[in-house]
């Protein structure tokens, strides 16, 4: 059974850094894409940041410059380094992953993520 289990979440003042990272078990298999989603309350989900097994990154207009998303294929992990940190970053953060030409059918439990102004 294919697990992705979020790590790094926490406490943060507002300008401070935190590390995701998204560790998957159950597979060998490279997923194609693995993102980050975060959901606020009261708000609709929203992709943050998307890498191909290629290693190309695609991340959100609202973090762009401040966020930076990596995987490691080897360990089947995924990661998102956040900087300059917001209170409106506060959400729960969602790790996903999809196989080719899938939607993102796998996902993690979720883990919080709250800034602090």
């Known amino acids: 059974q294919v697990q992705l289990v979020e790590s790094g979440g926490g406490l943060v003042q507002a300008g401070g850094s935190l590390r995701l990272s998204c560790a998957v078990s159950?597979?060998?298999?490279?997923?194609?894409?693995m993102a980050w989603f975060r959901q606020a309350p009261g708000k609709q989900r929203e992709r943050v940041a998307l890498?191909?097994?290629?290693?190309?990154?695609d991340v959100a207009e609202s973090v762009e410059g401040r966020f930076t998303a990596s995987r490691d294929n080897r360990v089947n992990s995924l990661y998102l380094q956040m900087t300059s940190l917001k209170p409106e970053d506060t959400a729960v953060y969602y790790c996903?992953?999809?196989?080719?030409?899938?939607?993102?059918?796998?996902w993690g439990q979720g883990i919080q993520v709250t800034v602090s102004s």
């Open positions: 996903a992953a999809s196989h080719w030409g899938r939607p993102f059918d796998f």
């Open positions: 890498v191909t097994s290629g290693g190309t990154t």
């Open positions: 159950g597979s060998s298999i490279t997923f194609n894409r």
